[in-house]
């Protein structure tokens, strides 16, 4: 069992509460995931020639240490904005090839830290224990942004670690949480790996991030490499899924996984229960239903 | 009239007062369930008990006598093992609702979801919208009626449960087929019908029910095991 959180704003007006609104549905959702939280959220998008990067270390990174050795290494403009032991890391690159190769000097340079989101505007942070500490330690309650995922996790088909917890992020600015256990992930995650995707564990979720870029990469629109999905993932999943510009709910066809979604005029929540939704402002008059089996609902900016 | 507010107190003491003979006869009212689970579950008294919001997993599971009225939707587990009295939501059911029920009636004036009335045992489920897949799988006894459509495998592996549907059903479970809707049906399905508050014509449903293939064991099939 796990726990999945998503909320999307319609009113930017309310881009200031969007920590806030996360973190009280997060916690709404221990019961389901008390093993470890996280969360991606979406804000201060970079310039087109500019990358955001999220780091992770471990409890005793020394992001002074880090600073100095980014510092020979990288060329052009960069700031490091450390956040316990995480980092935002926004760099100049030439285009997309150049974040991404910006990427991997970065991952080789720094063997003791893990790249955990690459993009323009995602930022992850995740941490084994309960989600109440991990908001605390994060200051989620302060983050602004236009979206964000969330997820508690109760685990079943791998260990318990800080790299095991969701949100998983293998592509620019996408990112997923899962609720449900794939069976075919260790066959998948061979061919995927065969096709260049990078994986930092064995756990089945990062898998179904691994296949969406892979599919986003060969040219897919998101709603196609969904569609493939359903075809190619066998096993239960509810899968929230973020982008750029919106976030995505899809179910597989058993359908044994929960999930609500709600929508007002100022938002688009998604939840496994209804009392994560609860608690946001105007929840008594959304409109509720439940997501049908195989079937892809997605929000996106325009 | 007791009341009781969920969001301050939680659901325990609403729970422990329909535990008891004082609760018989009464009218309770619940607040803010905010969705809850387990709201209203194993009441054994004849109370009124109505429920102002949303809840979430197994409300009013294990009723016995109660008449609980959900004012909002409930998620995933509603009235499970219901032995008696009566359910109804206002809006709309999540999964596997009236799983394995006995006896009582439950009414879902919107839509349920996957798997409503599996293994039903005895109840009565009037459903005023559609019904997703598989529901009433392995379906015992009782009465399912649909007044919208049914989704895939309806009624598979079913022994004797009656289904009526009013719309389109996707598919039929294995051992599913179409019956013929008799006098007797008819007059179940009217009184079911009214017992829910609607309106529909009985003669406008199709029945299904078991073709009694999956009841014994065939020494055809052998070689198969």
């Given at each position: 069992m796990c726990g999945i959180v998503g909320l999307y704003f319609k009113?930017?007006?309310l881009e200031s509460r969007l920590g806030g609104m996360l973190a009280d549905m997060l916690v709404q959702m221990t019961d389901r995931g008390p093993d470890s939280a996280g969360v991606a959220v979406y804000h201060d998008p970079v310039a087109d020639s500019r990358v955001k990067i999220t780091l992770q270390g471990p409890d005793d990174v020394d992001w002074e240490a880090v600073r100095a050795e980014l510092d020979d290494a990288l060329d052009g403009d960069w700031s490091l904005t450390p956040l316990a032991n995480h980092a935002v890391l926004v760099a100049d690159v030439a285009d997309q090839t150049g974040a991404m190769s910006l990427a991997a000097r970065v991952d080789d340079l720094l063997p003791?830290?893990?790249?955990?989101s690459i993009g323009s505007a995602i930022e992850i942070y995740k941490e084994k224990g309960l989600p109440a500490k991990v908001i605390d330690k994060f200051r989620l309650r302060e983050l602004t942004g236009t979206h964000a995922l969330g997820h508690t996790r109760m685990a079943?088909?791998?260990?318990?670690?800080t790299e095991h917890?969701?949100?998983?992020?293998?592509?620019?600015d996408l990112c997923l949480v899962h609720n449900g256990s794939l069976s075919n992930h260790n066959r998948l995650r061979e061919d995927l790996r065969r096709e260049g995707i990078r994986f930092q564990t064995d756990n089945d979720s990062e898998v179904a991030a691994g296949y969406l870029t892979w599919r986003l990469g060969q040219g897919a629109s998101l709603k196609e490499a969904l569609e493939a999905a359903i075809r190619d993932l066998d096993g239960f999943y509810t899968f929230a899924i973020g982008t750029r510009d919106g976030f995505a709910v899809l179910r597989d066809p058993i359908a044994c996984k929960p999930a609500v979604l709600a929508e007002t005029d100022d938002w688009v929540a998604m939840s496994s229960e209804y009392r994560a939704i609860?608690?946001?402002?105007?929840s008594e008059n959304a409109r509720i239903w439940e997501p049908e089996p195989a079937t892809i609902y997605s929000w996106e900016k325009h | 009239m007791r009341e009781f507010d969920l969001g301050e107190g939680g659901v325990r003491p609403l729970n422990a007062f329909l535990h008891?003979?004082?609760?018989?006869?009464q009218a309770v009212a619940a607040r803010h369930?905010?969705?809850?689970?387990?709201?209203?579950?194993?009441a054994m008294y004849d109370s009124a008990v109505d429920i102002h919001g949303h809840v979430g997993y197994?409300?009013?599971?294990?009723?016995?006598d109660a008449a609980i009225t959900i004012h909002g939707n409930a998620g995933p587990?509603?009235?499970?093992?219901?032995?008696s009295g009566s359910v109804r939501v206002k809006g709309n059911a999540s999964q596997y609702?009236?799983?394995t029920a006995h006896g009582g009636l439950l009414v879902i004036e919107g839509n349920a979801a996957a798997?409503?009335?599996?293994?039903?045992?005895?109840v009565d489920i009037v459903v005023g919208g559609s019904i997703g897949h598989?529901?009433?799988?392995m379906a015992q006894s009782g009465a399912l009626v649909v007044c919208g459509d049914a989704g895939d495998?309806?009624?598979?592996?079913?022994?004797e449960a009656r289904l009526y549907v009013h719309g389109k059903v996707s598919s039929l479970g294995a051992d599913c087929i179409e019956k013929e809707l008799r006098d007797e049906h008819l007059a179940e399905l009217a009184g079911l019908l009214e017992q829910a508050g609607l309106s529909h014509d009985p003669a406008s449903f199709r029945r299904y029910g078991s073709?009694?293939?999956?009841y014994n064991f065939k020494i055809d099939n052998v070689g198969a095991y």
């Open positions: 009113n930017p007006a003791s830290i893990r790249l955990t079943t088909e791998s260990a318990v670690t917890s969701h949100p998983f992020s293998t592509g620019r609860a608690q946001l402002p105007g | 008891q003979a004082e609760s018989a006869g369930p905010g969705g809850r689970h387990n709201v209203a579950a194993g197994y409300c009013a599971g294990m009723n016995q587990g509603l009235a499970e093992n219901m032995m609702c009236g799983a798997r409503c009335g599996i293994s039903m045992k005895g598989m529901s009433a799988f495998s309806l009624g598979d592996s079913i022994y073709a009694r293939q999956l």
